[in-house]
């Protein structure tokens, strides 16, 4: 793993497991993110993109919460390596749950009110409407971090009620809280994400691998064949035949169709999947 100094911008390899206190990440991709070589020597041009005031915001928020290491995923990870690229996808989930902090940044969000100051109507509808909410990544940087707190994109902390986003996600309380998924379904798993979107169609099943507890290789130029081989990397794993339920176009409810591995993950949106485990699909 590649932490990020706090205070000098270095990067600092860290081997193994044995990690030291640091906050971590989670945003939205916007235009002039930075790059793992950008941050080896920044030039004027480098730190004149959006993504370096970024990169300044978090670590800056770090320092005043005393943690002297940082993590992004823009610079901390040389994806000019493949082989780093999968090492870090693998790993991602298990990062930002060893995280001490995870700050997710809004940047559609931008509007000022007191810490303990409810906000109105209108400016909840904008942290609900937050694209940070759609995208496929964000999903396990919900999930797997033992503590979140928010950012508007000026910086300011903000409350958002874990029963909000249990409203906006359709994720349990108790998920949010807690972290735990062992007990939840694949189906219901699936129907998390299953509004949620990537860039690369291929990411919309990498992105799942941690929350299903799977390592693949990363192969991108397959699309939605990763999506499969995610399918069939659950199904080797788990005895949860929900995964078999999903969603045709004609039919009225979830269903175990005579074509059982779904090409995306919008087939298993639905209400009516089993939340939980039920006694024949439990391990």
Not at 95 to 112: A, G, R
Not at 148 to 155: A, H, L, S
Not at 180 to 196: F, G, L, P
Not at 218 to 233: D, H, I, P, S
Request: aromatic share 12%; net charge negative.
């Amino acid at each position: 793993m590649r932490l990020l100094r706090t205070d000098t911008l270095e990067f600092c390899d860290v081997l193994g497991e044995d990690y030291p206190p640091y906050s971590i990440l989670s945003h939205t991709w916007e235009a002039e993110e930075l790059t793992y070589q950008n941050m080896i020597a920044p030039t004027d041009t480098v730190k004149a993109k959006a993504g370096y005031t970024k990169l300044l915001g978090f670590v800056n928020k770090s320092r005043e919460m005393e943690y002297e290491f940082a993590w992004i995923d823009t610079c901390c990870i040389d994806k000019s390596s493949s082989a780093e690229l999968t090492e870090a996808i693998n790993s991602m989930y298990t990062w930002y749950k060893n995280s001490s902090i995870c700050m997710v940044y809004l940047v559609d969000v931008d509007f000022e009110w007191s810490f303990k100051e409810l906000p109105k109507d209108s400016d909840r509808r904008t942290i609900e409407n937050s694209r940070w909410f759609s995208r496929g990544w964000t999903l396990q940087e919900l999930i797997a971090p033992r503590s979140i707190c928010y950012f508007t994109n000026k910086w300011q902390q903000i409350t958002v009620p874990r029963s909000a986003i249990s409203r906006i996600t359709s994720i349990p309380e108790m998920v949010l809280r807690t972290g735990m998924t062992e007990d939840i379904s694949v189906a219901q798993k699936m129907c998390w994400a299953s509004n949620r979107r990537t860039t690369r169609v291929e990411d919309m099943a990498y992105c799942l691998m941690g929350l299903f507890d799977i390592n693949m290789p990363l192969l991108y130029g397959e699309g939605m064949k990763a999506f499969v081989r995610l399918q069939e990397e659950i199904i080797r794993r788990s005895d949860d035949h929900t995964i078999f339920l999903w969603i045709d176009a004609a039919a009225a409810g979830p269903e175990i169709c005579a074509r059982p591995i779904r090409r995306k993950t919008g087939n298993f949106q639905s209400k009516g999947f089993p939340t939980t485990l039920p006694i024949w699909g439990s391990k």
